[in-house]
Structures are given as C-alpha cells and as structure tokens.
C-alpha cells in the first residue's frame, strides 16, 4: 500500500488551492469568532473575515507566535469548549513558562491521519510491529506515533523512552520492525544494540525519527547500526504534533500535507513572504484543526519549501530538514550560525567515525565574542601520534572557518565531559550576556 | 623487544595524570616507565605497565581514552653505546625515529629505553644483530 489515502495525497495542485481556500476562509471565520487574540490583530489591521477569500490572501493576516501561548495559557485561545477537547499536550520549553495545546476528537483523527499517511507510504501494514519510543506524556511525540500506527492496524509497542537496555531487549523479543524516537535516541540504541552484540537479532526496517535537528550523515550512520532505513518527520506541538510533514521512501524533504496545513517561509527580520524555494523561516496556518487551530504561527524553524514532483507521486509541497532555528542562530562576531553547521562538519572530517558529541562556547574579551567549539575525544579517533591528533584539530578548524565564514577554536576534551542526556544535549553556552 | 605501551589522551594534564595513575594503582598495575608528550592544548601520556591489557581495560573503564600501542623497549644500560648507541644504529639504518624516552630504576640505577619507529619488526631485527638485548624491567616499579 503506497497510500493511505491517494485522493487527497495526490490531489492536483489547483484543487488543492481550491481545497485550501475554502478551509482558509472558515478558520479565519471561526478563529475571529471564537479567539479573541486573533480578532483583536484583525481589527488592528482593520482586516475583516470577509476580506480573506482565498490562499492568495494570506500574506495579509496577522503572523501568531510562541508567546501568544504563554500569554494566554492556558486556554485562552483555544476555540472550542472544553467539553469538546478531549486532549491536553502541553511542554516546558527551554524559557520555563508552560505551554499547552488542546484537541477535539476530531483533531485527533486528523493527527492519526498525518502519521499514517506517512508511515503507509513507508511500507508499514498490519503486519508491522512498532515500537513508540518517543516519551509519553505531555509531549506529543509518544502519541503522535502511537495513533499513526494504530490507525493502520499495527501492533504497537507503547514503550515510551528510557531504559536502553531494556528497549534493545524488547526489540529482540518482540520482533519490533518499526522503531519510533528521537535520531538522537536511536543513535544510542544503536550503539548500545552494537555493545550488547544483538545488532543480528534485530528485524527492524523502519525508522521514523524526529522531535530534534539531525543531520543527513547521522542518518546513515543510525541506519547502519540499526539495519533499517531512516525517516524524517516534522511537527510541533503547538501546531499539531509529529506528524505535520513527513518524508516519503525518496528520503528528499518532507511532504506539508496541505490539505491540513499551509507552509510559508519568510523573511525572520521584515516578515515578506519569501517565493517558495528559498531559505527562510516557515510559518504554517492550520486548515481543519478545532480545538487550537494556528494562523500564520511562527516555527523559528529555518528550512526552504520544494514545489517540484516528488517521485513517490505526492502533489504536497515538501520541506527541507531545517537548517537550524531563528532562536538557536548565534550572531558571533555579526555572522549568523547555527549549530547544525558545526555538527555536519564534525561528522564530515571524522569520516562518521564518531559520534559528533560537541559544545560551544561563546564569550566576549575585550569588546570582542570568543568562539570555542569543544570536540570529545574517543578511541575510534585517537591516536599515539602528537601529529595526527595536531591534524585533526586544524582540519575541524579549516572547515569550520570555510562553511561558517569565521574562525572557531577547537578543543579536543575527553570523552562523557559534554552532558548527553537520551534527550537533547546542551550544545550552546553562552557567556556573554552582559558583557560588553 | 617489541612492548606493549599504553597511550592516554590528556585534556587537562594534572587532574587526568592523577586519574590514571590512581586507578592503576587500585588494580595493581605497576608503572615501570613513562612519558608525557604535550602541546599547549592536549597530552599524550605514554606508559610501560606490567599487565598493559588489564591496564587498558580499567582505564577505558573510566571513560579514560587509551590505546594499545606498540614500541621497542631496551636496556639502555649494557648496551654497546648506551642510548645513544641504539639511535645511531637506527639512524644509520635508515629508520626514522618517533620518538624516545628512557627511564632509570630508582635502586639499581639501571636504565631501560622505549623507542617508538615506523618499521618495528624491521629496527627490532636490526638492534638484535647490533647485539642490543631485551629490556630488564626487574627493579622498574614491581
Ligand atoms: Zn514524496
């Protein structure tokens, strides 16, 4: 089963403009009814509901944003009663004020639907038996997975994360083909998988993996150690979960399932509409979600939007990995950085020897920002020879320089001294903040 | 003649030589020689144990990065020409020296010398000829 649904999966592309005008006009209808934060930016743009008649007039409505959701949390702008919610996720976030999120039923089948489309075109059946390892809970990405599976009749494995060896461990027992978690994750449990010596008893085919950046070199290395092939798939919470845009069997972008979403990438300083292709800040508007629908919500994700044919067939615009974020982008010395940069050149000058386990530091002396990445060192990338090591050090420095368009200095430090959670690691310290 | 040695990354020289040479103690592993090369951002420690497998074990154990490497080792001692003998014999057999690093026992005085080169069975080959014996290590921190 190469679709899940062909109608809507390979409509053309003027009846998908058609489909996404219509559902753009009553979201703006019903979202100006219904939230007031919405409504008070209307007036202020002295826009009315009518005045949106179609995809072609939403460069006009007012953008949405992050803090919206901490300024009205918790259910400020949600437009449905509570009785109708039948859902909460809800996440931290890194500046501590809680966000939350609400769906209908409704929503859910949608975000069902989202996940399975993706993981049908994958090759995943009934037959298939998948484990969830991405967290439970109030983050999205545990359940997003779950009812994708589910919804193609799956059998499901609701292990959530954590306790490595006994995730390997049920992989072996249960004969787990599909694996659902973090690239980060499941680097580990592939590393784990290979200490433990069960890489052969493993029968895992698939991996849908998202929630954090990674790059194209980490996919192949998670697919070699997991014998599976790797697959991306995007989504925030406050936009719907995992599951938003998913990457087909090409493995060349993620497909925006427009009939549900619309894309757009901007300009992150003066908000124009940037012609798809090239590289800005994406910015979806939700077409059928009830409870928390988003117009013109703000990612901070940095990726560019592909209009061509995709082999597999699929009309829907795909987007790229993104590149970084609007908010992780470092200004060093007035250049633009992101960390995502220093990690492909890590794993390109290592040959994909090791895993990239690096920090940046940042700093200002004398008016001036100080640049350190700090690289750990492991055995796989040692050596007795004062020489080689010296090598190494100036070859990450070289392509730092020539890929960033500044000068870095690199430490090699010794291994485990960088935190590395089985979440996300702290890859950014930054030491500058008052100092002139 | 050819000798196991122990290669360790060295990020902050004091705190990481401390580490290592307590937890060969712990295991009761005997440092018989050893040499720290460094620049200004990293070391190599180089050690001559008396288990180096056991040593590399409980070392990496402690998240220490290490190597198995191999070097020559020599005494120094009774050898035609002392230290300076051995890398005249190399030098002049056309084999290109990495580095050295002689060590003496604190009792006999006795001194043992490791030599790191490209072609090691070859300068092994060599040394043997030019009537260069194994090392001693009796006295060597056992
Ligand atoms: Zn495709």
């Not at chain 1, 368009?405 to 890859?427: C, D, Q, W, Y």
């Not at chain 2, 951002?41 to 074990?57: H, N, S, T």
């Not at chain 2, 003496?104 to 009537?131: F, T, Y």
Request: glycine share 8%.
């Amino acid at each position: 089963m190469k679709y899940l649904n062909s109608k809507e999966e390979c409509m053309s592309y003027d009846e998908l403009r058609a489909l996404q005008s219509r559902r753009l006009c009553e979201q703006v209808r019903r979202s100006y009814e219904r939230v007031e934060c919405f409504r008070r930016r209307m007036d202020e743009k002295g826009l009315r509901p009518g005045d949106i008649r179609g995809v072609e007039d939403l460069h006009l409505l007012p953008f949405s944003y992050k803090k919206d959701l901490r300024d009205y949390y918790p259910y400020g702008l949600f437009a449905v009663p509570m009785k109708d919610v039948v859902r909460l996720h809800a996440s931290s976030g890194t500046t501590g004020k809680r966000i939350v999120v609400g769906y209908t039923r409704n929503d859910l089948d949608m975000w069902g639907e989202c996940v399975a489309r993706m993981m049908a075109g994958l090759g995943v059946t009934a037959e298939d038996i998948v484990q969830v390892s991405f967290g439970y809970g109030l983050f999205t990405g545990g359940f997003g997975a779950h009812s994708g599976a589910e919804r193609l009749g799956a059998t499901v494995i609701p292990i959530s994360s954590g306790n490595t060896a006994n995730q390997i461990q049920t992989m072996v027992d249960f004969g787990a083909t599909v694996l659902c978690c973090t690239p980060s994750y499941a680097m580990y449990l592939g590393e784990e998988a290979e200490r433990m010596g069960v890489q052969d008893q493993l029968r895992l085919r698939i991996g849908i993996f998202g929630a954090e950046p990674w790059s194209e070199n980490m996919r192949r290395k998670i697919e070699e150690k997991l014998g599976l092939r790797a697959y991306d798939i995007y989504g925030l919470s406050e936009v719907l979960g995992p599951g938003v845009a998913c990457e087909c069997s090409e493995q060349a972008g993620m497909h925006v399932w427009e009939d549900h979403f619309i894309a757009e990438t901007i300009n992150p300083d003066t908000g124009e509409v940037l012609p798809e292709g090239e590289v800005g800040e994406l910015v979806f508007t939700s077409l059928t979600k009830e409870a928390f629908p988003v117009i013109r919500y703000r990612t901070r994700d940095i990726c560019r939007l592909i209009r061509e044919d995709c082999p597999c067939g699929r009309t829907h615009v795909r987007m790229s990995k993104p590149s970084g974020r609007t908010d992780d982008m470092l200004i060093i010395r007035g250049v633009n950085v992101f960390p995502s940069q220093i990690e492909e050149v890590l794993l390109r000058v290592s040959g994909n020897r090791i895993t990239p386990n690096y920090q940046i530091v940042l700093d200002r002396v004398n008016n001036t920002d100080t640049f350190d990445v700090n690289v750990e060192m492991s055995e796989a990338f040692f050596s007795d020879n004062v020489r080689a090591i010296e090598a190494l050090e100036r070859n990450i420095t070289e392509q730092l320089r020539s890929t960033l368009g500044i000068g870095a200095k690199v430490h090699l430090v010794n291994p485990k001294t960088i935190v590395r959670s089985e979440g996300k690691a702290r890859r950014v310290v930054d030491n500058r903040s008052g100092k002139m | 003649m050819i000798t196991k040695q122990l290669s360790v990354f060295l990020e902050n020289e004091t705190a990481r030589l401390c580490a290592v040479a307590d937890t060969l103690a712990k295991n009761h592993i005997n440092i018989r020689a050893l040499s720290l090369a460094d620049t200004a951002e990293f070391g190599i420690l180089r050690l001559i144990v008396d288990q180096p497998e056991k040593g590399r074990e409980v070392l990496a154990n402690e998240g220490i990065v290490v190597r198995l490497t191999n070097v020559l080792a020599l005494s120094a001692q009774d050898a035609p020409g002392g230290a300076l003998g051995a890398l005249r014999v190399l030098a002049e057999s056309g084999i290109n020296v990495e580095y050295m690093y002689a060590y003496v026992a604190k009792v006999s005085g006795k001194a043992i010398m490791i030599v790191q080169v490209e072609d090691m069975e070859v300068a092994e080959e060599i040394l043997r000829r030019h009537g260069f014996d194994e090392a001693d290590f009796a006295g060597f921190g056992d």
